[in-house]
């Protein structure tokens, strides 16, 4: 089955204690993206890859790290986590090679900073 | 301004109605258009893509206005199951390729 995965999918932790919230996808795309969801404020992409090794900054990408050594893979990394992170974290794919292509979102991570 | 709009509603019909979402899009560089649904919280779910032409799938018709800029959805017979959040999403190919999502515009299907 295609789909994207995302782990964990709740989590709740403390200021400033690293945490990595995993994607993967089984379909061989080339795009990968990260996004947060917050109320009044639609999907904000953090970062994106076009390809293993190739990543860039979004729109938000402030106080995220993330990487891309593997195709199917890309996880994104809170250094030091703060409560204004607190947000809906969605993982998205897609084969870029072709126009008018979607994406695939992953099920959510429900991060909450305290 | 932002790059993609729309009405965040909600739109409250009955049972049975025919409702209409439009979203403007203010880069001329967009090149595909595509609508999804997002329950409460949950994942983004792609509804159906937007042709030129214009398109329908059952009870949902897309439809792309190149010359001004939008892009609307319409539902015929909405259904309970319907009441949900429609995302209009962008895809800006000039520069960084990229995906612009709309903020939604929420539908709440009354029986």
């Known amino acids: 089955e295609a789909q994207v995965t995302q782990n964990p999918r709740y989590l709740i932790t403390v200021t400033g204690k690293k945490l990595t919230v995993t994607c993967s996808q089984n379909?061989?795309?080339?795009?990968m993206s990260w996004y947060r969801q917050d109320p009044g404020l639609g999907l904000r992409q953090i970062y994106y890859s076009m390809n293993v090794e190739v990543t860039d900054k979004g729109d938000v990408p402030e106080g995220y790290k993330v990487s891309r050594k593997e195709k199917r893979n890309f996880p994104l990394i809170l250094e030091s986590p703060s409560p204004n992170q607190t947000s809906l974290y969605f993982c998205a794919s897609n084969d870029r090679g072709y126009s008018n292509q979607p994406q695939h979102f992953g099920d959510g991570t429900r991060l909450s900073i305290l | 301004r932002k790059e993609v709009e729309q009405d965040p509603g909600p739109f409250n019909v009955p049972e049975g109605a025919t409702v209409a979402f439009n979203c403007t899009y203010s880069?001329?560089?967009?090149?595909?258009f595509f609508w999804y649904r997002q329950d409460c919280r949950k994942e983004p779910k792609l509804l159906m893509s937007?042709?030129?032409s214009g398109n329908e799938d059952g009870r949902f018709t897309a439809q792309l206005n190149r010359a001004s800029q939008y892009i609307s959805l319409l539902i015929r017979d909405s259904k309970l199951s319907d009441s949900a959040t429609y995302l209009c999403v962008v895809i800006r190919t000039s520069g960084t390729y990229k995906y612009i999502f709309g903020t939604g515009t929420r539908l709440k299907v009354l029986a």
């Open positions: 937007v042709y030129s």
């Open positions: 379909m061989n795309h080339e795009y």
């Open positions: 880069n001329s560089a967009s090149q595909s």
